[in-house]
């Protein structure tokens, strides 16, 4: 089965204030994790990711960080623009290979 | 630099009869990697090629192939169509196999049998 989930199905956020989605994982042979984000009609696109043996990793305006004790993931992004709304996965990658496997996404709504 | 490219956009079969769906990776990139996303099962890993051999196959019925050309280009091939099998198709490549380099996904196939 899957080994990575997502806690909420859908999260409103005011404009300009911060997003924080979160995910859980079981399997601790995971190389990277990685957060997707997939608009309407498009495919998964990178966000940003972070290798199991790190804790925190920042980009532009986004941050993700993961606690390998308790096998939890977190993308928060800063000042949340409309242009943010979108479903967004987070995934893992193992055993050196290419193979994504994807939670079952959050929908995330910027609220004007 | 082109992303990569999935053709057709929209397919519309019906039952019983099999479809082949293409896809051209970026420039330069070795691996190509196929899922199918579904509102009641997500994104589902298919199977990944690199340099033209099937490195991992997910859990589908052997009605789903692929293959991979020496240009990097794949197709993948869904024979013995069945409702169940409307879906987004997802086509991502990466430059190398390994687990740390990025993966570019297409716009997708969107499949409709009916």
């Not at chain 1, 532009?60 to 979108?86: C, E, F, M, Y």
């Not at chain 2, 190509?32 to 890993?45: E, M």
């Not at chain 2, 991979?68 to 099998?85: A, I, K, P, Y």
């Amino acid at each position: 089965g899957e080994s990575v989930g997502l806690h909420l199905p859908t999260l409103s956020v005011q404009e300009g204030d911060n997003s924080i989605i979160n995910c859980a994982y079981s399997n601790s042979a995971s190389d990277y994790f990685i957060w997707y984000k997939q608009e309407s009609g498009k495919g998964p696109q990178f966000i940003i990711d972070i290798r199991s043996n790190m804790d925190k990793r920042q980009g532009q305006r986004v941050t993700v960080l993961l606690n390998k004790t308790v096998k939890h993931l977190s993308l928060q992004i800063a000042a949340t623009q409309p242009g943010d709304s979108a479903v967004y996965f987070c995934a893992e990658k193992r055993g050196g290979y290419q193979k994504v496997t994807f939670g079952t996404g959050t929908k995330l709504q910027v609220i004007p | 630099k082109a992303g990569v490219t999935q053709t057709p956009r929209y397919l519309i079969k019906t039952r019983g009869q099999q479809v082949t769906l293409s896809c051209s990776p970026i420039s330069g990139h070795r691996s190509v990697s196929w899922y199918q996303q579904t509102p009641g099962q997500g994104l589902q890993f298919l199977f990944e090629y690199f340099s033209e051999t099937q490195r991992n196959k997910g859990n589908f019925p052997g009605r789903f192939s692929g293959r991979q050309f020496s240009n990097s280009r794949s197709e993948m091939n869904v024979s013995t169509l069945e409702l169940g099998d409307s879906a987004l198709y997802l086509c991502a490549s990466s430059l190398a196999g390994g687990s740390n380099t990025e993966a570019f996904f297409g716009q997708g196939t969107r499949l409709t049998v009916v």
